[in-house]
């Protein structure tokens, strides 16, 4: 429920291009594309064309994007094109991918009608590209089609000119225009959107679009989903799929600070009082995706004197069993004066079997047979996630 309220709020407050005229705005999606470079990934930008209305069967462009630096997954700003320089409903648009460089490089092109765009768009369905040769360029997707046939000046936009009720200036006073080529969040982040009317959700539920969002909008959305929040939605339609580019790269989790004894007369698994005895240290949240690496930072110490025993890992939890644990691959013990440990764990079952719903469970062992002590500080995990 605070997902749909968060998406209906932010669809009735919101402001992303004002469409005075009747206009197109139309939102582009590189994925997969052919590398074009030797030493790097290939700088794409789009650019898109209609055929002259002479003999000669050119292409004239009509708009043309930012170059997106060494990506081979570019999400292009969102154009906004009058209708009057789009082509007649049976005829193609040129949408083409090139290489930005010394000599700029097609990597691909489709040619598509204005409906099948839209098709495109509300079916999600990729567009393969190919290039002069004929080879696979990659696809494009259409994220984002919205046709305006028509706005007043104070503001009033695609949803606007259907009938909804509510305001369109943005709340905090943006009452600017944002520029189409670039992707802007107006919205400052303490900003409160009061709860949409009855007659706004009626609207909502009836004609709203959800899958149908503005750039804008959906910065706004971000601010205010977790995690788990953007997972749900992309696992309940495949109309969410641009909510995935804010999803995070990494997970901070941090533990509290320590010193703990070992009792005398405490022994350990094996009956003697020299080996190690694990407790819990504690457990980290449930995770959303998985894992690239997982990197410990912290500072440590034992008792000062005699044998080190003390020890810190981590296990993989799943359905409350232990699926994998690094502390044979990783050991070692802790130092008689305060160090920094840094330990990054890659290509091992904690990293490699972690999967969305597991969790990891921190362990210490002090050391047994009396007098040992383990005291940590700033325990600091950096999880780098896996694109989910």
């Known amino acids: 429920d605070i997902i749909l309220d968060t998406l209906a709020v932010a669809l009735v407050y919101s402001e992303p291009v004002k469409m005075q005229k009747s206009s197109l705005a139309l939102g582009l999606n590189g994925r997969k594309l052919t590398d074009k470079d030797i030493f790097s990934k290939s700088d794409p930008y789009v650019v898109i064309s209609r055929r002259r209305r002479v003999e000669d069967g050119g292409w004239t462009p009509i708009r043309i994007s930012e170059t997106i630096k060494d990506n081979l997954n570019p ?12 082509p007649d409903a049976n005829e193609d648009l040129k949408i083409e991918v090139f290489d930005d460089g010394w000599k ?3 990597i691909g092109v489709v040619h598509i009608t204005i409906s099948k765009l839209e098709q495109a768009h509300k079916t999600r369905t990729p567009l393969p590209i190919t290039d002069k040769k004929m080879k696979n360029g990659g696809e494009i997707l259409v994220r984002s089609f919205r046709m305006d046939f028509g706005g007043s000046e104070n503001g009033s936009g695609p949803i606007a000119s259907q009938g909804m009720s509510g305001g369109f200036t943005l709340p905090g006073g943006y009452n600017g225009t944002p520029n189409v080529h670039s992707s802007q969040t107006v919205c400052p982040p303490q900003t409160t959107f009061p709860p949409p009317t009855d007659a706004d959700s ?4 009836e004609h709203g679009d959800l899958c149908n969002l503005p750039d804008l909008v959906l910065d706004i959305i971000a601010e205010y989903l977790e995690p788990k929040d953007i997972l749900q939605l992309l696992d309940s339609c ?21 010193r703990k004894e070992q009792h005398p007369n405490q022994r350990d698994g094996d009956g003697d009082c020299d080996g190690i005895n694990p407790e819990k240290y504690f457990d980290g ?13 912290f500072r ?6 005699g044998h080190r025993k003390g020890q810190v890992w981590i296990q993989l939890i799943r359905n409350e069993e232990v699926l994998a644990d690094s502390r044979k691959q990783f050991h070692e013990l802790a130092p008689h004066e305060y ?15 972690l999967k969305r719903g597991d969790k990891l469970r921190f362990m210490l062992s002090v050391g047994g047979g009396g007098g040992h002590y383990l005291t940590v500080r700033n325990f600091k995990v950096l999880v780098e996630l896996k694109k989910y």
Request: a negative charge; hydrophobic letters at 35%.
């Open 238 to 258: 495949p109309c969410f799929e641009d909510f995935r580019r804010f999803l995070p790269k990494y997970q901070e989790i941090n533990g509290e600070d320590f």
């Open 300 to 305: 440590w110490k034992d008792q000062g004197w």
């Open 75 to 86: 999400r292009w700003s969102e154009f906004l094109i009058d209708l009057t320089e789009l």
């Open 285 to 297: 949240p449930e995770m959303n995706q998985g894992a690239k690496s997982i990197k410990l930072n």
């Open 339 to 353: 160090r920094e440990r840094e330990v990054v764990i890659k290509e091992h079952p904690v990293v490699d079997l």
């Open 104 to 106: 700029d490089t097609s």
């Open 202 to 205: 009626h609207w909502i539920e």
